[in-house]
């Protein structure tokens, strides 16, 4: 029985602040402690009221100056565009065909896939991400690449094979057939694997037939507990090719529903051009969307409306995502500062509870883990961040005139990197420490 507890101040989202009031929707300790036992969170509290519970011989880490907040949750990455992040000058589909496709070809060699794997998983450590929901390619060698990474460090990860059979490079597609198989063997290797969860990946309407579509679906319902992960409504050019591909469907989202992949269990990157009955469906169905806000600005899709999106008439749920390699950074705090500023351009001023549910408990919910991770409290897998919010000049000039947590948690979000990410904590074991200044 391994035994830690970490001591410090403690910020962890408890409920849904678009739907609740921040007071009901926050735990915060100025001096709190964590006790951890197995990998699980066994109690959280004050440390006052807590410390002469601790045995005497508790490995006892304390982070005075920091801020000890749930793991952040990146609802929606893709591991093999790590090389491409940062390319110039296309939109979606002209992206798709000059720098996505010819990237992901090249991980049929599974020396690199392991390569760039074990650097993904890394970096997203670095950065104080400690679960994820990951695209691979359609070779079945990227995902056992990207799993095996996130097993040796005992992350919690959910990624699948794409599945992609039309309308792309022929060293890239699949058969409807093929891709079904694939999965199916994955699944059979990888899911509920230690902390490994499969999610069936069609990458979008576009590069499936309706052959394969309906595979998925079949993969969907003989197994009830994976999950699944595409794109929707992301550039409106793939909307009208979409209409082209499927026209007796009455909407890109109709597309899914049909097949059997629209329900809780699913979550879509994007959804920037989705129309009201379309949001009315994914609300009905469960169904869930990755807001992937560096992505949007970057390859110019569009500005997600936050605010109709979660309409407390009928909220859909929404995790926040880096796209990478579409999105420009591993950082869920450069995420949540772009998803601010996009929801500026609405005129929306998202609040900072609201960004940091985005990046942890809302991403969990949207994954269908927030009984696992996404905030911290008893029962909970110990995954943890210590966040610095003096990690720079900059930051140490902006706290110390901060007269609140909210101001001190919005700038931290808005001027921060991986910088701030003091420590990362993965089932209460230390996995990345940053290295101390020269």
């Not at 995902?143 to 059979?165: C, E, I, S």
């Amino acid at each position: 029985m391994t035994q830690l507890a970490l001591r410090g101040p403690i910020y962890s989202l408890t409920a849904d602040p678009f739907l609740n009031a921040p007071s009901d929707s926050v735990v915060y300790l100025s001096d709190g402690v964590i006790l951890i036992r197995d990998g699980l969170i066994l109690e959280i509290g004050a440390y006052a009221q807590l410390r002469d519970t601790l045995p005497s011989d508790i490995d006892l880490r304390h982070y005075p100056d920091a801020i000890l907040m749930p793991g952040f949750v990146d609802a929606h990455i893709h591991y093999p565009q790590v090389e491409i992040i940062g390319s110039y000058g296309a939109q979606l589909l002209e992206w798709l065909n000059k720098y996505t496709f010819p990237a992901e070809a090249r991980f049929v060699d599974k020396e690199r896939a392991r390569r760039i794997a074990d650097f993904f998983v890394a970096e997203l450590l670095r950065n104080g991400t400690t679960s994820a929901s990951v695209f691979c390619t359609s070779a079945p060698g990227s995902v056992d690449a990207v799993f095996q990474a996130a097993q040796r460090r005992n992350m919690l990860l959910l990624a699948g094979k794409m599945m992609m059979d039309s309308h792309a490079p022929a060293n890239l597609v699949d058969t409807a057939q093929s891709s079904y198989d694939d999965s199916k063997a994955l699944i059979e290797g990888w899911h509920k694997r230690g902390r490994c969860f499969y999610t069936v990946t069609p990458r979008f309407a576009l590069t499936s037939s309706p052959a394969q579509l309906e595979l998925a679906g079949a993969l969907m319902r003989e197994y009830s507990d994976v999950r699944l992960q595409s794109h929707i409504s992301e550039n409106r050019a793939e909307v009208a090719r979409a209409a082209e591909l499927y026209p007796a469907r009455k909407h890109y989202t109709d597309i899914y529903e049909h097949y059997g992949l629209l329900d809780a269990r699913a979550i879509y990157g994007h959804g920037i051009h989705l129309s009201e009955d379309e949001l009315r469906r994914f609300y009905e169905t469960g169904a869930n969307i990755a807001h992937c806000p560096t992505s949007n600005f970057f390859i110019g899709s569009g500005l997600f409306d936050i605010k109709k999106v979660r309409d407390a008439a009928r909220p859909v749920t929404v995790g926040l995502g880096t796209d990478v390699g579409g999105g420009t950074s591993f950082s869920m705090l450069q995420t949540m500062s772009e998803a601010y500023k996009m929801a500026q351009l609405r005129g929306i001023s998202l609040t900072a509870t609201q960004c940091y549910y985005l990046a942890t408990l809302g991403s969990a919910e949207a994954l269908g883990l927030a009984d696992r991770v996404g905030s911290l409290r008893a029962g909970c897998e110990a995954d943890i961040v210590v966040v610095d919010p003096r990690a720079t000049p900059l930051l140490k000039m902006r706290a110390d005139v901060a007269e609140s947590l909210d101001e001190l948690l919005f700038a931290l979000m808005i001027c921060a990197d991986d910088r701030s990410i003091a420590a990362t904590y993965v089932a209460g074991e230390l996995v990345h420490e940053r290295e101390a200044a020269v």
